[in-house]
């Protein structure tokens, strides 16, 4: 929902108003700086916004958490070049590999195998969560990390299934 102009300044003056009856001088969000409220807030006021944190998240079972999503991996899917894929896709995390198979663009199997012989896409499964969560982009880890490889053959698919986003973690939950 994009924010009117003329209402957030409504809303903005009864938030002062309602803070300066109660002692109180700053407005905090508390929600993500990608929110239209907020946005409009820092370019209106005199806001500080604190630099971003990369938040320190652990996935301990990949194959469990793509099950979660696998969804979404079809959604992007759909919405790509890659729509009808039919092709295994093994994901190398060093000691074991995460395998979707996907069939006409949904995700038909997932497992993980205690293997690690195809490397067309291998990461350190400790920076693999950046792109997971959407923190870094595929490029910005190859570039960072020299062990994360993806094969020319695999990098679009990657980029469509893990694409960069802005993201926020609620910590009020």
Request: hydrophobic residues 40%.
């Amino acid at each position: 929902m994009d924010v009117v102009q003329p209402v957030a300044q409504t809303i903005l003056s009864f938030l002062k108003s309602l803070g300066k009856q109660r002692g109180l001088e700053n407005l905090v969000a508390t929600v993500s700086y990608h929110e239209p409220f907020v946005q409009h807030l820092l370019a209106i006021e005199d806001a500080k916004q604190s630099k971003p944190y990369a938040w320190q998240i652990r996935v301990t079972a990949y194959e469990k958490f793509f099950e979660k999503v696998k969804l979404l991996f079809e959604k992007r899917l759909k919405e790509s070049t890659f729509c009808g894929l039919t092709e295994t896709v093994n994901f190398n995390f060093y000691r074991y590999t995460v395998q979707i198979a996907f069939e006409n663009g949904l995700a038909a199997d997932i497992k993980r195998l205690e293997t690690n012989e195809d490397r067309s896409i291998r990461f350190n499964p400790l920076v693999f969560v950046q792109l997971l969560l959407g923190c870094r982009s595929r490029e910005e880890l190859e570039r960072i990390y020299p062990d994360c490889i993806v094969r020319p053959s695999h990098r679009h698919l990657v980029d469509v299934l893990f694409p960069k986003l802005p993201s926020y973690i609620h910590t009020e939950y």
